[in-house]
């Protein structure tokens, strides 16, 4: 069976990535190489996969056979992208598509992609982790020359696993910051949350779970009801109650305003990375 699906950076969201692929059916293991930066990574990440897909570590000379594949996931660290040498062999014909390269890196531009990888097509996808309970969101941008079927393609990689949204590129470092940078922001809360029933006198495993729910109804809420956010907080907060002491605590700390320069603080980020 020949190389359909190239990995380069067998990683948490690759493999997540392609969890998916395989569920949906779209490759088989056979059909899959991917590649790793340490030889000690390989087993594990064997572990996770149905027998039959190729790992190799990037020094092993096998390593090369990923540039056959028509289709390659770019999931390495922004760092580790200097050290990815592209060498496209002259074994594979491809057909009437140049192949496809398919980067998550944050902040990566498509421009730099393009200047590194010059034998290819490039798109840029934005996923999150929520993606590994097929509650994901991901932003995708397309470079030049991507072809209908290799946009069809690339969609329903993602859709199985999150909401997809075709983005301009000039969006995705907003985007990142907000939804691949937005489950740590959220975890932090749900944690100082809970440390908060705690404290009051809540359990500890009833003070987790009460605030995963509380979350889970209020981002439903505000979806279902198409409620502006400062509306259900003022439906909330009645007159000299409970909720509006606790608010102006938030306020006068400074909490609104922590949150929205965090967001354009991973957005500044992103775009330095690029
Ligand atoms: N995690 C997220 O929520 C998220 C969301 C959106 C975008 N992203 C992007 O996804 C990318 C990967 O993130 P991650 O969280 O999956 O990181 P990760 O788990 O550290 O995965 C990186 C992978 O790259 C491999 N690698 C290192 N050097 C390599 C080389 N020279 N050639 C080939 N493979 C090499 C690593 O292997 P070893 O472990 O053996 O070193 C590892 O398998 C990042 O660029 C990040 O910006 C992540």
């Not at 390269?101 to 010059?118: E, H, M, Y």
């Not at 020359?145 to 301009?168: C, G, N, R, W, Y």
Request: glycine share 6%; hydrophobic share 45%; proline share 5%.
């Amino acid at each position: 069976m020949s190389l359909s699906l190239g990995v380069i950076g067998l990683g948490r969201m690759a493999q997540v990535i392609l969890h998916s692929l395989f569920e949906v059916g779209e490759y088989v293991p056979e059909e899959v190489i991917g590649i790793v930066g340490q030889s000690r990574s390989i087993q594990k990440v064997l572990t996770q996969f149905p027998k039959g897909i190729s790992v190799v570590d990037s020094n092993n000379p096998m390593a090369e056979n990923v540039w056959d594949a028509p289709v390659k996931i770019l999931a390495v660290k922004p760092q580790q992208l200097n050290e990815i040498k592209e060498k496209v062999s002259s074994k594979v014909q491809f057909s009437k598509d140049r192949p496809l390269l398919i980067s998550v890196l944050a902040g990566v531009k498509l421009k730099r992609l393009q200047d590194l990888f010059p034998s290819h097509v490039c798109v840029r996808a934005v996923p999150n982790t929520p993606a590994l309970v097929r509650a994901g969101v991901t932003g995708l941008s397309w470079g030049e020359a991507v072809s209908t079927e290799q946009k069809l393609l690339v969609e329903k990689m993602f859709q199985p696993i999150s909401k997809v949204f075709d983005l301009p590129e000039v969006y995705l470092d907003a985007f990142l910051a907000l939804t691949s940078s937005g489950p740590a922001y959220l975890a932090l809360i749900a944690e100082a949350l809970a440390d908060g029933a705690v404290a009051a006198g809540l359990p500890r495993h009833l003070a987790h779970q009460l605030t995963y729910l509380t979350f889970e109804g209020t981002a439903l809420l505000l979806k279902q009801k198409e409620l502006h956010p400062g509306e259900l907080k003022d439906m909330v907060a009645s007159p000299a109650g409970t909720t509006i002491r606790a608010l102006r605590h938030l306020e006068k700390e400074g909490v609104r305003s922590a949150m929205l320069e965090a967001v354009v603080l991973a957005a500044q980020k992103s775009r330095e990375m690029g």
